[in-house]
């Protein structure tokens, strides 16, 4: 597909302003992200229709836990990324940078989702900035049937994308890595500051997207407590003290192998810090029956919703008014959409086998 997101330059090249690289290409040339590409003059999205991954995963797993907690996404990627993280875990998909993959139409997402009782639909896996209108026109027609649109993005978009993006999305986790350091983000993802990130999280703010915040935490070379503090400041400046935040454990992978996963009190004294510093509702990921994976009442300190992994066990919540309210106490608890704990007794499936997907693709073929 011919990409929206650019913009001809006097010179001959094409800006990409998907991501905030701007990338300036001349015919033949493609992006950082290896999927933006130049030819015939004008700038093409090479993966449209194109997905590396599918699966249905809970939304506590991107994470997002104040957004429609209990429910089930239907969740796909492409190839590439405008990020290199020495670390990615899904780095098969991500660090490869070309256009392949399944072939798949925004209809037949779409239709997948609804057949296995997805309550919305997430881009995921690979860095969703890079595929931005693939997204969008599977989004927009998803929001028209009903399902919500999530991201898990790295937020280093452009005010333009966010913009177009706001036509379908309803909610975002912006992963930060290392505490936002600038160093570190030199290093070991190759990118210049954080700054781009707190732009994107101020312009969805101004169009109503739900942002939550995550910090993978790398033991050694982006645990430093000083620069978390400052990062919660920054995004507390912005979203004010009601944003989650949370602190991911690091696991080893792709080129930081010699790492050891992150030390459990490593992350309690980040999700401490950020209390600290006023954030009302912080929490440690990848870390199953750690207690601060459940949400507690910042007024009485009841648990209010409980977890374990991506499952939620109890919940202490009554709705008043379009609101949810703790329990115990009648504070507010701030949440986007409807609490849905009973998904297990609705949901068939929580994982869709590629082959099954393949069968559905040559189905809706031969209709």
Not at 5 to 15: I, K, Y
Not at 76 to 90: I, K, L, P, V
Not at 226 to 247: N, T
Request: one cysteine or more.
């Amino acid at each position: 597909m011919e990409a929206v997101l650019s913009r001809s330059l006097p010179d001959g090249r094409f800006e990409c302003v998907a991501c905030a690289r701007r990338c300036k290409l001349r015919e033949g040339q493609t992006g950082f992200c290896g999927v933006r590409s130049v030819r015939g003059g004008k700038l093409w999205l090479d993966v449209y229709g194109l997905i590396s991954a599918i699966a249905v995963d809970p939304i506590e797993k991107k994470p997002l836990t104040h957004f429609y907690p209990g429910a089930m996404v239907l969740s796909f990627s492409t190839f590439g990324c405008n990020w290199a993280c020495q670390y990615c875990q899904n780095f098969e998909l991500s660090q490869r940078r070309r256009a392949e993959g399944f072939e798949a139409t925004p209809e037949l997402l779409v239709k997948l989702a609804e057949s296995y009782g997805a309550h919305g639909i997430t881009y995921t896996y690979n860095e969703p900035t890079i595929f931005m209108e693939f997204a969008h026109d599977v989004g927009v027609l998803a929001r028209q049937r009903g399902l919500f649109n999530t991201f898990v993005t790295n937020g280093y978009m452009t005010p333009e994308a966010v913009k177009y993006a706001s036509e379908f999305l309803d909610a975002a986790t912006v992963d930060f890595k290392g505490n936002a350091d600038e160093k570190f983000l030199r290093k070991y993802v190759l990118v210049p500051d954080a700054e781009p990130i707190f732009e994107t999280l101020t312009e969805m703010k101004k169009y109503g997207i739900w942002v939550e915040v995550t910090d993978l935490v790398v033991p050694e070379i982006g645990d430093d407590l000083e620069k978390a503090r400052w990062l919660v400041r920054r995004v507390i400046d912005i979203l004010g003290p009601d944003v989650p935040i949370h602190f991911l454990r690091f696991h080893p992978d792709y080129n930081l192998q010699h790492l050891p996963p992150t030390p459990v009190e490593t992350l309690e004294r980040h999700v401490e810090v950020a209390k600290e510093e006023g954030a009302r509702f912080a929490y440690v990921g990848n870390v199953p029956g750690h207690r601060y994976e459940h949400t507690y009442c910042p007024e009485c300190g009841r648990v209010v919703i409980r977890r374990r992994g991506f499952s939620i066990l109890e919940i202490n919540l009554v709705e008043r008014g379009g609101e949810y309210r703790c329990k115990f106490c009648g504070a507010k608890i701030p949440i986007r959409g409807r609490v849905m704990p009973t998904w297990r007794d609705e949901f068939r499936f929580v994982y869709v086998p590629i082959q099954t997907f393949t069968r559905w693709i040559r189905r809706e073929v031969n209709k």
